[in-house]
C-alpha cells in the first residue's frame, strides 16, 4: 500500500518535472513578454525533431545534438520574432496571437511534410533498465531530464534577476519607452528574449522527446500542460514554473492512481480552477500584476 | 491542411497523368471520384498516412488496368485532423462540393459515427476501413444503413481470439484501453470473452488519444497484482505502454487487441527488449501471403509498399486502404454507373477476396475478416494461431 503511495508520487515528480520543462519557456514568452504564443508547442516539437534528425540520423553525439537542436530552436524564435511579431508589437493582442496560431498549422505540417507523421524512437545512451530503491523503479533518462529541467530553470531565473542583460529585458516590458530612453536596444531585446524562450521550449522537447517519442502533434499536449502550467506557477515566475509542474504531475498521478485515469486531465484543470478562485494572481504572482 | 492536400492533388494528377499513357481508354473519360477521409494531423496521424499510401496504391493498380467502367479512380484526401468534428466538416465537403458517390473512411469509431448521420442524410456509401466499435453496425445507430465495413468488430475479434485465452493461462487481467468509443467497445467486447473463458478483469483504466505517460495506470496494475494486460489502443502508444511497464519492472502476458499495432511495428518503436512475447490481433501478415484472401493481391502490395520506400511498421494498415479501395472499384463496377444509390446497392451483393480475407456484407453491413494472433518472438515476428474469415463466415450462418 505504501509503496504503491510513494511511486505514484515519484512517478508524479517525474511527470511534474516533464511539466515544469514544457512551461518554462512559455513563462517568459507568455508570462513577461505577454506573446500569447499557441506556437509554444511547435517550437517543443522543432526541438525534439531537430535531435532526432542530428543524433539518430545523422550520427552526432547526443549531448552535442541536445545543445545544437536548442541553438537551431533559438535561432528559429529569433527569426519569427524579426519577421513577424515585430511588425506587430504595437497591434492589439490578438493580433499576434493569430499569427501564433497560424505559425503552430503551418510548422506542425511542414514537419508532417519534411519527417512523415510515424512517431521516431530516440535511442538516447542512457540505461533502459530501471534504477531500484526497494519496491520504487525510475529510469535515468527521467532522472536525467528532471535535473536538467531544474537546472535550466534556475538558471533561466537567476539570468534575468541577476544579469545586465536580464534587467534590460525587465525593464524593457515594464515600460518600452522608458527603457529605449535610457539606452537600451529594445529591439534587440525583443528578438533575444522571444529567442531564448523559444530555446527553452526547444529544450524541453528535445529531452522530453528522448524520454518518450517524436512526432510532429506532439506540441499539442505540451502547449496545453504548459499553459496550465505558467498560469499556476505566476505568469513570468520561474520557481513558479517548477512548482506548478511538479503539483500538477503529483495531482494527475494520484487522481489517475486513486480516482480515475479516465479523469487524468480533467482533475489536473479542477485543481487550477480552484486555485485560480483561491490565488487569481497563481501560485507566485504578485497581486495587480499587469500591463 | 490545405498545403499537404494542394500537393497531394498535385502529385496525384501528376501521377494520373503518367497513367494515363499507359491506358488510353481511360485518358480522355472524367475520372470517377472517391472520397478518403483519414487523420492526416494529430495524434494518430502516422496511422492515417498509412492508410491513405495503401489507398493511393490500390487506386494507381485499378488505373494502370484501365480503370472502373473505362474511367479512372481519382482520389479526394480529405484530413480529419484525428477529431470527430473536423470528420464531418469533411464529410459534407465532400459530398457538397466535390459531390462523391462514396466515401472510405474515418479511421477512428468516434470520427467514422460522427459523420455517419451526414451521410444518410445525403445517402452517400460509406465503406468503412479501420474502425470497429460495434455501434457502427447497429441497426439502432443513425447513419447505419449507409455503413459497409471491411474491418471487425471488437467482438468478432473477441470470438476469433477468445478461444485462445485459457491456453495462454491469462487469469487476472488489467485493461489498457484508449478512451474512444473503439477502447470502449473493445473493452466490453473483450471482458465478457475473458469472463467466458474463466479469467478476471481486476480494473480497467482509459488513456488520452494524446498521453505518453503511463505510469499511474501501470503501477495500480502492479499493485493489484495482475498476470496479464490487455491493450487496446495504437501503435505508438501501446510500444511506450510495453516500455513504461518494464521501467516499472511490471513482467506480465500482454495482449494487444486493434489490429492497428505489430510485432515490427512495437519491435521498431519500443526495441525488441520490451517487445519481447508480446501478443498482438492482427488481421493481415505481410510475410505470408498465403494467409490473405487474395494472395495475388498481397503480394502486389508488400512488392508496391517496399518500392515506394513507405515506413514498413505502417504496412499492416495501409492494407485496410488497399482493401477499402478494391471494394469500392468493384462496387462501381458492378453498379454499372458511378452513382451514390446504384454504389449502395452493389456493396450489398458485393462477394470479393481481399487483403482481410473473404470480403462480402451481412445484414447489417458488416464483413467478417482474418483473425492472426502474432507474437514477438526471440525480437521477430511470429505467428500463434489463425482463425480465417471463411469460418467466421461458417459460424455465423450456423448461427
Same mark, same amino acid.
Given at each position: 500500500?505504501?509503496?504503491?503511495?510513494?511511486?505514484?508520487?515519484?512517478?508524479?515528480l517525474?511527470?511534474?518535472?516533464?511539466?515544469a520543462?514544457?512551461?518554462?519557456?512559455l513563462?517568459?514568452?507568455?508570462?513577461?513578454?505577454?506573446?500569447?504564443?499557441f506556437?509554444?508547442?511547435?517550437?517543443?516539437?522543432?526541438?525534439?525533431?531537430?535531435?532526432?534528425?542530428?543524433?539518430?540520423?545523422?550520427?552526432?553525439?547526443?549531448?552535442?545534438a541536445?545543445?545544437?537542436?536548442v541553438?537551431?530552436?533559438?535561432?528559429?524564435?529569433?527569426?519569427?520574432e524579426r519577421?513577424?511579431?515585430?511588425?506587430l508589437?504595437?497591434q492589439?493582442?490578438?493580433?499576434?496571437?493569430?499569427?501564433?496560431?497560424?505559425?503552430?498549422?503551418i510548422?506542425q505540417?511542414?514537419?508532417?511534410l519534411?519527417?512523415?507523421?510515424?512517431?521516431?524512437?530516440?535511442r538516447h545512451?542512457?540505461?533502459?533498465?530501471?534504477?531500484?530503491?526497494?519496491?520504487?523503479h525510475?529510469?535515468?533518462?527521467?532522472?536525467?531530464?528532471?535535473?536538467v529541467?531544474?537546472?535550466?530553470?534556475?538558471?533561466?531565473?537567476?539570468?534575468?534577476?541577476?544579469?545586465?542583460?536580464?534587467?534590460?529585458?525587465?525593464?524593457t516590458?515594464?515600460?518600452?519607452?522608458?527603457?529605449?530612453?535610457?539606452?537600451?536596444?529594445?529591439?534587440?531585446?525583443?528578438?533575444f528574449?522571444f529567442?531564448?524562450?523559444?530555446? !527553452?521550449a526547444?529544450a524541453?522537447?528535445?529531452?522530453?522527446?528522448?524520454?518518450?517519442?517524436?512526432y510532429?502533434?506532439m506540441?499539442?499536449?505540451?502547449?496545453?500542460?504548459?499553459f496550465?502550467?505558467?498560469?499556476?506557477g505566476?505568469?513570468?515566475?520561474?520557481?513558479?514554473a517548477i512548482?506548478?509542474?511538479?503539483?500538477?504531475?503529483?495531482?494527475?498521478?494520484l487522481?489517475a492512481?486513486?480516482?480515475?485515469?479516465g479523469?487524468?486531465d480533467?482533475?489536473?484543470?479542477? !485543481?487550477?480552477?480552484?486555485?485560480?478562485?483561491?490565488r487569481?494572481?497563481? !501560485?507566485?504572482?504578485?497581486k495587480?500584476l499587469?500591463? | 491542411?490545405?498545403?499537404?492536400?494542394?500537393i497531394?492533388?498535385a502529385?496525384?494528377?501528376?501521377?494520373?497523368?503518367?497513367?494515363?499513357?499507359?491506358?488510353?481508354?481511360?485518358?480522355t473519360?472524367?475520372?470517377?471520384?472517391v472520397?478518403?477521409?483519414?487523420p492526416?494531423?494529430g495524434?494518430?496521424?502516422?496511422?492515417?498516412?498509412y492508410?491513405?499510401?495503401?489507398?493511393?496504391?490500390?487506386?494507381?493498380?485499378?488505373?494502370?488496368?484501365?480503370?472502373v467502367?473505362?474511367?479512372?479512380?481519382?482520389?479526394?484526401?480529405?484530413?480529419?485532423?484525428?477529431d470527430?468534428?473536423?470528420?464531418?466538416?469533411a464529410?459534407?465537403?465532400?459530398?457538397?462540393?466535390?459531390?462523391?458517390p462514396?466515401?472510405i473512411?474515418?479511421?477512428?469509431?468516434s470520427?467514422?459515427?460522427?459523420?455517419?448521420?451526414?451521410?444518410?442524410q445525403?445517402?452517400?456509401?460509406?465503406?468503412?476501413?479501420?474502425?470497429s466499435?460495434?455501434?457502427i453496425?447497429?441497426?439502432?445507430t443513425?447513419?447505419?444503413?449507409?455503413?459497409?465495413?471491411?474491418?471487425?468488430?471488437?467482438?468478432l475479434?473477441?470470438?476469433?481470439?477468445?478461444?485462445?485465452?485459457?491456453?495462454?493461462?491469462?487469469?487476472?487481467?488489467?485493461?489498457?484501453?484508449v478512451?474512444?468509443?473503439?477502447?470502449?467497445?473493445?473493452?466490453?467486447?473483450?471482458g465478457?470473452?475473458?469472463?467466458?473463458n474463466?479469467a478476471?478483469i481486476?480494473?480497467v483504466?482509459?488513456?488520452?488519444?494524446a498521453?505518453?505517460?503511463?505510469?499511474?495506470?501501470?503501477t495500480?496494475?502492479?499493485?493489484?497484482g495482475v498476470d496479464?494486460?490487455?491493450?487496446?489502443?495504437?501503435?505508438p502508444?501501446?510500444?511506450?505502454?510495453l516500455?513504461?511497464?518494464?521501467?516499472?519492472g511490471l513482467?506480465?502476458?500482454?495482449l494487444?487487441?486493434?489490429?492497428?499495432a505489430?510485432?515490427?511495428?512495437?519491435?521498431?518503436?519500443?526495441?525488441?527488449?520490451?517487445?519481447?512475447?508480446?501478443?498482438?490481433?492482427?488481421f493481415?501478415?505481410?510475410?505470408?501471403?498465403?494467409?490473405?484472401?487474395d494472395?495475388?493481391?498481397?503480394k502486389?502490395?508488400?512488392?508496391?509498399?517496399k518500392?515506394?520506400?513507405l515506413?514498413?511498421?505502417g504496412?499492416?494498415?495501409?492494407?485496410?486502404?488497399?482493401?477499402a479501395?478494391n471494394?469500392?472499384a468493384?462496387?462501381?463496377?458492378?453498379?454499372?454507373?458511378?452513382?451514390?444509390?446504384?454504389?449502395?446497392?452493389?456493396?450489398k451483393?458485393?462477394?470479393?477476396r481481399?487483403?482481410?480475407?473473404?470480403?462480402?456484407?451481412?445484414?447489417?453491413?458488416?464483413?467478417?475478416?482474418?483473425?492472426?494472433?502474432?507474437?514477438?518472438k526471440?525480437?521477430?515476428?511470429?505467428?500463434?494461431?489463425?482463425t480465417?474469415?471463411?469460418?467466421?463466415?461458417?459460424?455465423?450462418?450456423?448461427k
Open positions: 500500500m505504501l509503496a504503491e503511495l510513494v511511486q505514484h508520487v515519484v512517478n508524479g517525474i511527470l511534474g518535472g516533464g511539466y520543462l514544457m512551461g518554462m519557456g513563462t517568459l514568452i507568455f508570462g513577461i513578454m505577454r506573446v500569447v504564443n506556437a509554444h508547442g511547435e517550437l517543443f516539437m522543432l526541438g525534439a525533431f531537430f535531435l532526432y534528425t542530428l543524433f539518430s540520423l545523422g550520427g552526432v553525439n547526443f549531448f552535442a541536445c545543445l545544437l537542436a541553438a537551431g530552436v533559438a535561432l528559429v524564435g529569433a527569426i519569427v519577421l513577424i511579431l515585430r511588425r508589437r504595437d492589439p493582442i490578438e493580433i499576434p496571437m493569430l499569427a501564433m496560431v497560424a505559425l503552430s498549422v510548422f505540417n511542414a514537419a508532417i519534411l519527417w512523415d507523421p510515424s512517431p521516431k524512437t530516440v545512451p542512457f540505461s533502459p533498465v530501471p534504477l531500484t530503491f526497494g519496491p520504487i525510475v529510469v535515468a533518462i527521467r532522472v536525467f531530464a528532471g535535473a529541467a531544474v537546472a535550466l530553470i534556475v538558471g533561466a531565473h537567476l539570468f534575468i534577476q541577476r544579469t545586465r542583460l536580464g534587467r534590460a529585458m525587465r525593464a516590458f515594464q515600460d518600452t519607452d522608458m527603457a529605449r530612453l535610457t539606452g537600451v536596444d529594445v529591439d534587440r531585446i525583443y528578438m528574449t529567442g531564448f524562450g523559444a530555446a !527553452l526547444g524541453s522537447g528535445a529531452l522530453l522527446g528522448a524520454v518518450f517519442w517524436v510532429p502533434a506540441g499539442d499536449l505540451a502547449a496545453l500542460k504548459s496550465a502550467v505558467v498560469i499556476m505566476g505568469l513570468g515566475n520561474f520557481p513558479g512548482v506548478g509542474g511538479l503539483l500538477l504531475g503529483v495531482a494527475e498521478s487522481g492512481g486513486y480516482i480515475s485515469s479523469y487524468k480533467a482533475i489536473g484543470f479542477v !485543481l487550477i480552477i480552484l486555485l485560480l478562485v483561491w487569481p494572481q497563481g !501560485l507566485f504572482g504578485k495587480g499587469s500591463r | 491542411m490545405k498545403i499537404f492536400r494542394v497531394t492533388l502529385a496525384l494528377s501528376a501521377f494520373a497523368g503518367v497513367l494515363a499513357i499507359g491506358a488510353p481508354q481511360a485518358q473519360k472524367t475520372p470517377i471520384k472520397g478518403l477521409i483519414q492526416l494531423s495524434p494518430v496521424a502516422a496511422s492515417g498516412s492508410i491513405t499510401n495503401g489507398a493511393r496504391i490500390a487506386t494507381d493498380r485499378v488505373n494502370a488496368k484501365g480503370g467502367l473505362g474511367r479512372p479512380l481519382e482520389l479526394v484526401i480529405e484530413d480529419n485532423k484525428s470527430p468534428a473536423e470528420t464531418r466538416n464529410a459534407e465537403k465532400l459530398i457538397v462540393r466535390d459531390k462523391v462514396v466515401i473512411g474515418a479511421w477512428g469509431s470520427m467514422t459515427l460522427a459523420m455517419m448521420p451526414l451521410a444518410a445525403h445517402g452517400i456509401p460509406i465503406v468503412v476501413e479501420t474502425s466499435s460495434g455501434k453496425t447497429d441497426p439502432k443513425p447513419g447505419q444503413k449507409v455503413v459497409s465495413r471491411i474491418s471487425p468488430t471488437s467482438e475479434e473477441a470470438v476469433g481470439a477468445g478461444a485462445l485465452i485459457p491456453k495462454l493461462g491469462m487469469k487476472k487481467i488489467g485493461y489498457m484501453a478512451n474512444t468509443d473503439w477502447g470502449r467497445g473493445a473493452v466490453a467486447a473483450f465478457e470473452a475473458f469472463k467466458k474463466g478476471t481486476e480494473g483504466e482509459y488513456v488520452g488519444q498521453d505518453t505517460d503511463f505510469y499511474a495506470q501501470l495500480k496494475f502492479k499493485a493489484a496479464s494486460i490487455v491493450i487496446t489502443d495504437d501503435a502508444k501501446t510500444a511506450k505502454m516500455q513504461q511497464m518494464k521501467e516499472l513482467n506480465v502476458k500482454v494487444v487487441t486493434g489490429g492497428s505489430w510485432p515490427d511495428s512495437i519491435i521498431q518503436l519500443a526495441g525488441p527488449k520490451a517487445a519481447e512475447g508480446a501478443m498482438f490481433i492482427n493481415y501478415n505481410p510475410y505470408d501471403h498465403a494467409m490473405a484472401g494472395p495475388d493481391a498481397s502486389a502490395y508488400v512488392k508496391e509498399w518500392k515506394r520506400n515506413p514498413w511498421i504496412i499492416v494498415e495501409g492494407m485496410r486502404g488497399f482493401d479501395v471494394v469500392v468493384k462496387a462501381i463496377e458492378a453498379a454499372k454507373e458511378p452513382t451514390a444509390p446504384k454504389i449502395m446497392a452493389a456493396l451483393r458485393i462477394e470479393m481481399g487483403l482481410y480475407g473473404l470480403i462480402k456484407f451481412d445484414q447489417n453491413g458488416q464483413s467478417y475478416c482474418n483473425i492472426i494472433v502474432a507474437q514477438v526471440d525480437g521477430k515476428y511470429g505467428v500463434v494461431a489463425m480465417p474469415s471463411s469460418k467466421l463466415w461458417e459460424m455465423s450462418a450456423a
